[in-house]
């Protein structure tokens, strides 16, 4: 069974709406998650790695204002899109890394494809 | 940096023909390998793992093996079936990278009947 629950799975809302999308480990605590952005056809797109109770850390290009993200407990990771527009359109995957088995692999969710109109 | 080079297709085969996907590393430490898979409109599932050169890992009748001399790390099934249609990504984690994921550009498969 899946072992990180990514919530919700499809978004559909109006430009300039913020949009919070949920990160959670079922089963084991993850001090470390990841975000992803997939566009269409191409491969994942580290965004940010969340911190559990620390800012998080930011890949080169990803604006920290624009996605926000929060990581408040060892099980639960969110990633909220501030004002959404068209051009955020896309499908974002976050995973999770077992904090007490650092070396497996990551575990990730079923993705959330969101759509600003 | 660490990155991950991988053939990108589209592959189209028939049922039961052989498959391979390519894939090439480069690492600064020694990483752990990766292949995931992504069903249309799903997130990624780990297919099979090797932690360390020699390593063959296998699952679902998918084998690759770990070669440190050749910095590589191959996908091959005997027999593919069209449940297989999906697209596969190479990855690896390393240590000194804080077991960051370096994905390859991922490679679409489809299997006709």
């Known amino acids: 069974g899946a072992v990180v629950s990514q919530h919700p799975s499809r978004v559909i809302c109006k430009s300039g709406t913020s949009v919070k999308i949920e990160c959670r480990s079922l089963d084991f605590q993850a001090t470390t998650m990841f975000w992803y952005r997939q566009f269409p056809k191409q491969s994942l797109m580290l965004m940010a790695t969340s911190n559990e109770g620390s800012k998080a850390t930011y890949e080169q290009g990803v604006e920290k204002d624009k996605f926000l993200i929060n990581h408040a407990s060892l099980t639960l990771s969110t990633l909220t899109v501030t004002s959404a527009h068209p051009e955020d359109s896309s499908f974002y995957i976050c995973?999770?890394?077992?904090?007490?088995?650092?070396?497996?692999?990551?575990?990730f969710g079923d993705g959330t494809r969101l759509s600003i109109l | 940096g660490d990155s991950v080079t991988q053939m990108e297709g589209p592959v189209t085969l028939s049922e039961e023909a052989f498959l391979t996907i390519n894939c090439t590393y480069t690492a600064t430490g020694y990483p752990s390998l990766f292949w995931y898979v992504q069903y249309p409109g799903e997130g990624l599932q780990l297919l099979l793992k090797?932690?360390?050169?020699?390593d063959k890992g296998s699952n679902k009748g998918f084998e690759a093996t770990y070669r440190k001399e050749t910095t590589s790390f191959h996908l091959e099934k005997g027999s593919v079936q069209v449940s297989d249609s999906a697209v596969y990504f190479c990855?690896?984690?390393?240590?000194?990278?804080?077991?960051?994921?370096?994905f390859g550009a991922g490679t679409t498969v489809t299997v006709r009947a």
């Open positions: 990855a690896l984690s390393d240590r000194s990278n804080d077991y960051k994921l370096s």
């Open positions: 995973s999770a890394r077992d904090s007490v088995n650092s070396n497996q692999p990551q575990h």
């Open positions: 090797a932690t360390k050169a020699d």
